[in-house]
Every structure is written in C-alpha cells, then in structure tokens.
C-alpha cells in the first residue's frame, strides 16, 4: 500500500530530474553554438583586419585598390549574392563545406570594399573609428545578454526602417543636401546599433525568436556585416578624408 501512495511523487521526480537534465543539454548545445558563431566572426574580422592593414602600409595595393574600379563593383556583386543566396536556397548556409566557401567568399569581397574606403580616410581617423566601433560593439553586445527586454520581436520594424534608409540614400544622390546626408547617417547608426542588438539576442536564443542550432554561419555573417557597417558609418562621421 504505502509503495502505491508513493509511486506517482518518484514517477513525478523522475520526470522533473529528466526536464532538468533535458535543460542542462539544451544549454550547453546552444552555449557551443555561440562560441562557435563568435569564432566565425573573429575568423572573418581577422581577414578584414589584415585587408586594412594592406591597404593603409602598402603603396602597391593601396594603387590597385583605388584604381580597379572591375575588382570594387566584383566585390559588391560577391557582397549581395552571398546576403541573398538563402533566398534561393534557403539550406545552403548548413551544408558543409559550401557554407564555410560561400561566408569566405562573403568575408573577402566585404574585406576588399572596407579596405578601399579606408584609403580615402588618413591613418588617425581610421585608428579613432576603430576604437569606436569595438566600445560600442561591446557596449551592446553586454547589453543584449543583460537586458530583459526582448528585441527579437522587432524584426519586421528594423526591416522597414532598412527600406526608408535604402530611400534617403537615393534621396541624398538625388539631392545632395547635408541635411538629408547627417538624416541617413545618424539613422544608419542607430538602425545597425538596434540591429547588433538584435541579431545578438537571437544568437542568444532566449527571445521569442532565435537562430537554429544549423545556422551558425547565418548568424555570423549577420553579426559581422553589423559590425562592419557600424564602422564605416562611424568612420564616416568621425573620419578626415584625404
């Protein structure tokens, strides 16, 4: 009798022993995910890095980089067919070894337009720029992990705010009026600084919506854009051209 009374609390404990243990996998699975994206994208700023280095120490390729008008608009093409490949084909940032090509492809051709538009600043502002961009990514980044406030749910929101920043920037090359040129600028900063927030959170994985376990090159292509474009908007604020 008193092994009937007490059989369904051990079944109940055992069930939450197996919730407990389930949550434990489920955290460590998704702490290996993150590393793993954060490796990507230390992988991908070295590469930038060493781009810029390039183009501010060598004479020879700084020349190639502001003469080869055929390698910039190549680079641009690689840029956007690697950001809208996923349309095509929606599973091919998880087929190894073609995902690892592809965000290599990705990281040279953004590595090669980043390179280029240093050129035009001197050496200071782009070392001033630099310093910038890493406070604000870590101040955002600790940011993302610490607050409560979900971001994830504002995709839609950032997406549209992308749209009406693509218009300014055609407005501005139509009318090329510093007014409508500080608009698109400080609204780019704030855009990309929301954005860093938000595709960290769903790296993160504790919103509503969050990155699979799969799309580890998704998520760090995203991030890395995100940081790259931040610095050129600060280097751009900041910066002196030659």
């Known amino acids: 009798m008193e092994d009937d009374i007490n059989e369904p609390f051990l079944h109940y404990k055992d069930n939450e022993e197996d919730a407990d243990l389930d949550k434990i ?9 993150i590393c793993k994206v954060y490796g990507i994208i230390l992988y991908q700023i070295i590469i930038s890095a060493i781009f810029v280095l390039f183009a501010i120490n060598n004479s020879a390729f700084k020349k190639l980089l502001l003469t080869s008008y055929t390698l910039y608009f190549l680079s641009i093409f690689l840029s956007f067919f690697c950001i809208l490949l996923p349309l095509c084909f929606p599973k091919i940032y998880q087929k ?4 690892y090509i592809v965000i290599t492809i990705f990281t040279l051709s953004i590595s090669w337009t980043l390179a ?22 870590l101040s955002l980044t600790v940011y993302a992990w ?15 705010g992308l749209i009406l920043l693509f218009f300014i920037s055609i407005i501005y090359m139509i009318i090329p009026i510093r007014l409508i040129y500080l608009i698109y600028i400080y609204s780019s900063l704030i855009l990309f600084c929301i954005y860093l927030i938000y595709d960290t959170q769903l790296l993160i994985g504790e919103g509503r919506c969050k990155f699979s376990e799969d799309d580890y090159i998704l998520a760090a292509m995203n991030i890395y854009l995100d940081i790259i474009i ?13």
Not at 96 to 99: A, D, K, L, S, W
């Open 230 to 242: 931040l610095f050129l908007k600060i280097l751009s604020t900041v910066g002196d051209k030659k």
């Open 25 to 33: 996998i489920h955290k460590n699975i998704r702490n290996g995910f």
């Open 96 to 99: 190894v070894p073609i995902n």
């Open 116 to 137: 280029m538009v240093v050129c035009l600043y001197s050496v200071k502002s782009v070392i001033i720029a630099f310093f910038l961009t890493f406070i604000t990514v």
């Open 146 to 160: 610490r607050t409560e406030k979900d971001f994830t749910v504002y995709g839609g929101t950032l997406f549209v």
